[in-house]
Nanobody, 124 residues
Framework: QVQLVESGGGFVQAGGSLRLSCAASGLTFGAVLGWFRQAPGKEREFVAAIRYRDGTTYYGNSMQGRVAISREYAKKSVYLQMNNLTAGDAARYYC??????????????????WGQGTQVTVSS
């Protein structure tokens, strides 16, 4: 059973940065870990993902150029560095794990485990 715990959300001024963390347990070797976000009244949106085994990354369009995903293999953790944040980035950010290889890991349906999320608020 995979468990995911996010941290690092909070309040930030527009133009600022945040680094989100996701601590994972129970991962399989070939797992992919991803970050999604969801604002009130909007669909869950893909931000970025990383293959745990080899560090292959995937990025969505919404934050491309302002976000970087990385992993720390020994700590079983994945990080999302977000820069130059705007009010449009305010959302709840979720860490997710894909443990069954198949669907390309850029949509929510590709993932079978989810964390509880961490809230990001951006003040203008």
């Amino acid at each position: 059973q995979v468990q995911l715990v996010e941290s690092g959300g909070g309040f930030v001024q527009a133009g600022g940065s945040l680094r989100l963390s996701c601590a994972a347990s129970g991962l399989t070797f070939g797992a992919v870990l991803g970050w999604f976000r969801q604002a009130p009244g909007k669909e869950r949106e893909f931000v970025a993902a990383i293959r745990y085994r080899d560090g292959t990354t995937y990025y969505g369009n919404s934050m491309q150029g302002r976000v970087a995903i990385s992993r720390e293999y020994a700590k079983k953790s994945v990080y999302l560095q977000m820069n130059n944040l705007t009010a449009g980035d305010a959302a709840r950010y979720y860490c997710a794990a894909q443990t069954v290889v198949g669907e390309r890991p850029v949509t929510a349906t590709a993932y079978n485990f989810w964390g509880q999320g961490t809230q990001v608020t951006v003040s203008s």
